[in-house]
């Protein structure tokens, strides 16, 4: 007899969790994403099914079902639909590789096309503002400042920053390098500039000051004033708070500062390839996503380099 459907999901996520070590995010979404599936099946077909009762007609009468009715557990934007094919297709990518399947009925399942929008990001000047506005002598301040230059200076998402461990930073010279793990627990070393190097001394030198109760967690670089870890919505606060102190930007959040750090790169001369790198990008397309904003640069460049870019106006 062939697997049930619930039981199938079970094995893909445990593999999906153990073996290809997915971020628990992934997971978990992952799994409302083939519930969902699995009421829509009992409700379409009186029972839960075996998986070879599931063929493309039926999981295309499914997203049908989620892009008229919004889904009966919320809204089905496209990038929602999207991440509900990929679910569908790595369950049954799963089946065909332990052989359950020997084919694929979510191969031709097509994704919606998304609209991917262009990252918020701030001009040079008004990330100096807000990285200045951090600066106001006490620990807490030190500290703050120490966050914001870290997020800038490695484009660190804000998860990255938060488990940043001491044993993990090399601060030598004017120079230093963090050692990170992003997406997929991909591990990766990221250069610091002078100024975050600085900020973190800095910081570093008054860490112990800023525990006002209890014990220091002898791991974490950045804390709170109860010593414990500094977890990722307290960093998307003070991110928040100093956007709107030097910026008047209440929207201002820690990965602006990561889409500010790629930009200004670009903007400076920087290959995308090496982008790619320091961001931890797993493709260049979504690196490739920064080059809007130097377009101006780029026509300028055409201008001064293009032999035949002035030739009108030497005419004139």
């Not at 699995?38 to 063929?55: H, K, M, S, Y």
């Not at 490695?154 to 998860?159: A, E, H, N, P």
């Not at 500039?193 to 209890?214: C, D, I, M, P, Q």
Request: include cysteine; glycine fraction near 10%.
């Amino acid at each position: 007899m062939s697997e049930l459907f619930g039981r199938a999901c079970e094995r893909m996520l445990e593999e999906l969790e153990g073996t290809r070590r997915a971020s628990r995010h992934t997971v978990a979404a992952y799994r409302r994403d083939l519930d969902q599936l699995a009421r829509f099946l009992v409700e379409t077909l009186g029972e839960e099914p075996t998986i070879d009762a599931i063929d493309l007609t039926l999981l295309r009468r499914w997203l049908a079902d989620l892009s008229r009715n919004g889904g009966r557990d919320g809204g089905a934007a496209s990038s929602t639909l999207g991440r509900k094919v990929a679910a569908v297709r790595s369950l049954f990518r799963h089946l065909q590789r332990r052989r359950v399947l020997a084919s694929n009925p979510a191969a031709q399942l097509k994704a919606p096309k998304l609209r991917r929008p262009l990252p918020v990001f701030l001009d040079a000047e008004t990330m100096g503002e807000v990285i200045e506005s951090a600066d106001q002598g006490d620990a807490e301040g030190v500290r703050d400042r120490a966050i914001l230059e870290t997020l800038y200076a490695g484009g660190l998402r804000v998860s990255e920053v938060a488990a940043l461990d001491l044993d993990r930073l090399e601060l030598d010279g004017d120079l230093g390098t963090a050692r990170v793990i992003g997406k997929g627990n991909k591990e990766r070393l990221v250069p610091l500039g002078s100024k975050s190097v600085a900020a973190l001394r800095a910081y570093l030198a008054r860490r112990g000051e800023l525990v006002r109760t209890g014990g220091a967690d002898p791991r974490a670089v950045f804390l709170s004033t109860r010593g414990a870890r500094l977890g990722v919505r307290r960093i998307q606060e003070l991110v928040k708070r100093h956007g709107v102190l030097a910026a008047g930007r209440a929207d201002l959040h820690p990965h602006a500062l990561r889409h500010s750090c790629a930009t200004h790169l670009l903007d400076g001369g920087a290959d995308l390839r090496s982008i790619q790198e320091l961001l931890g990008h797993s493709t260049l397309s979504v690196t490739q996503r920064y080059t809007h904003t130097s377009i101006d640069g780029l026509i300028a460049v055409y201008d001064r380099a293009h032999p035949l870019a002035n030739r009108g106006q030497e005419r004139r």
